[in-house]
């Protein structure tokens, strides 16, 4: 029954338009202090290009669940990449900076329906003992699309302008949305479940409260004390927990949140948010210390990070392959205590490092990580019966956003609490290796943050176990 599917061209659609969707957001983010000059926008105001993003995905990203039960297959992917293609466009053809920021949430919009869509096919068509290596390419495209957006971003901003990120992504959208209408079936059930209003609202208030919440604590002079901070994360929490309430208490839930039930779902997920908040951190710590504390041009920055970056995507199969064999453990804790030391040595980095010191840790730090995502999202996902795999992975999807959008913001703020309290007690503040000094105590101390979230997962990892699938239990012939 399983190989009715065209798996190759499936995959091949998804992944071609999952990689754009990625790139497009980390490519915008190097273009940032460009876009100021152009649209004449506070740093604050440019923000918003990346929290709009994140804020659409925040909120979408809960109720896909549904929707994948509401939409057959088809349905959904056409609909994710009419938005994701009409927003690129508006984005390529942007004169100002509404312009921008509504093709950003429309690119959003089509992100949200299409991530669950493809974490959802692979284990539709994907029986459990093959999984591994599909999930793989999905890493491939989730980590190496971010990777090389700085790197693309940098050249096309130095050579063209920022419009031809954009006009870049347009045709691979295209061509993306042409082989999906030929080889993508039906892989779904369409169960048709009532949307309850109130979960959805709820949803979004919580969802949404908290990542914005948290993305303004990152940007602002105020940070976490400013008013709007604390009331939009507070109302947040209390939507939140008033929503967990809600779906306990229907008989069809919006979000099943009986996923937790399942112990390796549970922990896979813990790890793999761990992991986010690393990765997050780092790609925007190491870029920012690398300009102000050490003094390259974007371009070298960006290039800095790549092998690391490449290095973990072009792994991810290849961890897929070893977890199909092995199993979750041997993969999982060697990585975690491969990312411990990287972010140990991380704590002492200085102006004074030399680019290989640097290079050779983000590597190391991402090989860690590569060794940790795969593994532990696919086991996790391989303890749910079928019937919650919409669920699971509306769930994983969603508090990924959170615990990015957590880490950047509390990664900012021990940032800039650090780089004030030195420039505090500093005779001349204003001197510019003063500033570089600053920026390395402040980032010295993001890392020790990090280390200890990465051994938080360390500590988990001891639970970690191979899952025995339900459809293994089933079939067992």
């Given at each position: 029954?399983?190989?009715?599917?065209?798996?190759r061209?499936?995959?091949?659609?998804?992944?071609?338009?999952?990689?754009?969707?990625?790139?497009?957001?980390?490519?915008?983010?190097?273009?940032?202090?460009?876009?100021?000059e152009?649209?004449?926008?506070?740093?604050?105001?440019?923000?918003?290009?990346?929290?709009?993003?994140?804020?659409?995905?925040?909120?979408?990203?809960?109720?896909?669940?549904?929707?994948l039960?509401?939409?057959?297959?088809?349905?959904?992917?056409?609909?994710?990449?009419?938005?994701?293609?009409?927003?690129?466009?508006?984005?390529?053809?942007?004169?100002?900076?509404?312009?921008?920021?509504?093709?950003?949430?429309?690119?959003?919009?089509?992100?949200?329906?299409?991530?669950?869509?493809?974490f959802?096919?692979?284990?539709?068509?994907?029986?459990?003992?093959?999984?591994?290596?599909?999930?793989?390419?999905?890493?491939?495209?989730?980590?190496?699309?971010?990777?090389?957006?700085?790197?693309?971003?940098?050249?096309?901003?130095?050579?063209?302008?920022?419009?031809?990120?954009?006009?870049?992504?347009?045709?691979?959208l295209?061509?993306?949305?042409?082989?999906?209408?030929?080889?993508?079936?039906?892989?779904?059930?369409?169960?048709?479940?009532?949307?309850?209003?109130?979960?959805?609202?709820l949803?979004?208030?919580?969802?949404?409260?908290?990542?914005?919440?948290?993305?303004?604590?990152?940007?602002?002079?105020?940070?976490?004390?400013?008013?709007?901070?604390?009331?939009?994360?507070?109302?947040?929490?209390?939507?939140?927990?008033?929503?967990?309430?809600?779906?306990n208490?229907?008989?069809?839930?919006m979000l099943?949140?009986?996923?937790?039930?399942?112990?390796?779902?549970?922990?896979?997920?813990?790890?793999?948010?761990?992991?986010?908040?690393?990765?997050?951190?780092?790609?925007?710590?190491?870029p920012?210390?690398?300009?102000?504390?050490?003094?390259?041009?974007?371009?070298?920055?960006?290039?800095?990070?790549?092998?690391?970056?490449?290095?973990?995507?072009?792994?991810?199969?290849?961890?897929?392959?070893l977890?199909?064999?092995?199993?979750?453990?041997?993969?999982?804790?060697?990585?975690?205590?491969?990312?411990?030391?990287?972010?140990?040595?991380?704590?002492?980095?200085?102006?004074?490092?030399?680019?290989?010191f640097?290079?050779?840790?983000?590597?190391?730090?991402?090989?860690?990580?590569?060794?940790?995502?795969?593994?532990?999202?696919?086991n996790?996902?391989?303890?749910?019966?079928?019937?919650?795999?919409p669920?699971?992975?509306?769930?994983?999807?969603?508090?990924?956003?959170?615990?990015?959008?957590?880490?950047?913001?509390?990664?900012?703020?021990?940032?800039?609490?650090?780089?004030?309290?030195?420039?505090?007690?500093?005779?001349?503040?204003?001197?510019?290796?003063?500033?570089?000094?600053a920026?390395t105590?402040?980032?010295?101390?993001?890392?020790?943050?990090?280390?200890?979230?990465?051994?938080?997962?360390?500590?988990?990892?001891?639970?970690?176990?191979?899952?025995?699938?339900?459809?293994?239990?089933?079939?067992?012939?």
């Open positions: 029954m399983k190989n009715q599917y065209n798996t061209a499936i995959m091949a659609s998804l992944l071609i338009c999952g990689f754009v969707g990625m790139f497009s957001e980390t490519a915008l983010n190097i273009a940032m202090t460009n876009l100021m152009v649209f004449q926008i506070s740093a604050a105001t440019a923000q918003w290009l990346t929290t709009g993003f994140l804020l659409t995905l925040g909120i979408l990203m809960p109720i896909s669940g549904v929707l039960q509401i939409f057959t297959t088809r349905q959904m992917f056409t609909g994710s990449l009419i938005s994701l293609i009409v927003g690129t466009l508006i984005a390529a053809l942007a004169f100002n900076f509404e312009m921008l920021m509504l093709a950003r949430v429309l690119q959003a919009v089509g992100m949200s329906l299409l991530l669950p869509l493809l959802n096919t692979v284990l539709v068509i994907y029986p459990p003992e093959k999984r591994g290596a599909a999930m793989g390419f999905v890493g491939l495209v989730i980590m190496f699309a971010p990777a090389t957006g700085p790197t693309i971003g940098g050249l096309l901003i130095e050579y063209l302008t920022w419009h031809y990120i954009f006009w870049l992504s347009l045709p691979l295209i061509i993306g949305l042409l082989i999906g209408l030929k080889y993508l079936k039906n892989v779904t059930d369409v169960t048709k479940p009532r949307i309850d209003l109130l979960s959805v609202l949803s979004t208030v919580g969802f949404g409260g908290i990542v914005f919440g948290f993305s303004k604590a990152g940007e602002g002079a105020e940070g976490w004390s400013s008013m709007v901070v604390v009331t939009s994360i507070v109302v947040g929490l209390v939507a939140l927990v008033l929503f967990i309430l809600r779906q208490l229907m008989n069809v839930p099943n949140l009986s996923v937790f039930k399942f112990p390796m779902y549970t922990i896979g997920l813990l790890l793999i948010l761990s992991c986010m908040m690393i990765v997050m951190t780092s790609m925007i710590i190491l920012m210390f690398l300009q102000t504390g050490a003094g390259l041009s974007v371009f070298i920055a960006g290039l800095m990070l790549l092998p690391g970056s490449a290095l973990n995507g072009i792994l991810s199969p290849l961890v897929g392959r977890f199909d064999r092995y199993g979750p453990k041997w993969l999982v804790t060697p990585g975690l205590v491969l990312v411990a030391v990287m972010l140990w040595f991380l704590t002492t980095i200085s102006p004074a490092s030399s680019v290989a640097i290079v050779a840790l983000h590597i190391g730090l991402m090989v860690g990580v590569s060794l940790i995502w795969m593994p532990a999202q696919t996790g996902l391989n303890q749910l019966p079928p019937e919650l795999y669920h699971g992975t509306a769930v994983l999807n969603t508090l990924q956003q959170v615990a990015g959008a957590i880490g950047i913001a509390v990664a900012i703020s021990i940032l800039t609490g650090g780089m004030e309290k030195y420039l505090h007690s500093s005779s001349d503040p204003t001197q510019l290796t003063e500033i570089a000094n920026m105590v402040g980032s010295q101390s993001v890392f020790w943050f990090t280390m200890l979230i990465a051994l938080i997962g360390l500590i988990l990892a001891f639970f970690i176990r191979r899952v025995v699938n339900h459809e293994e239990r089933y079939s067992a012939h």
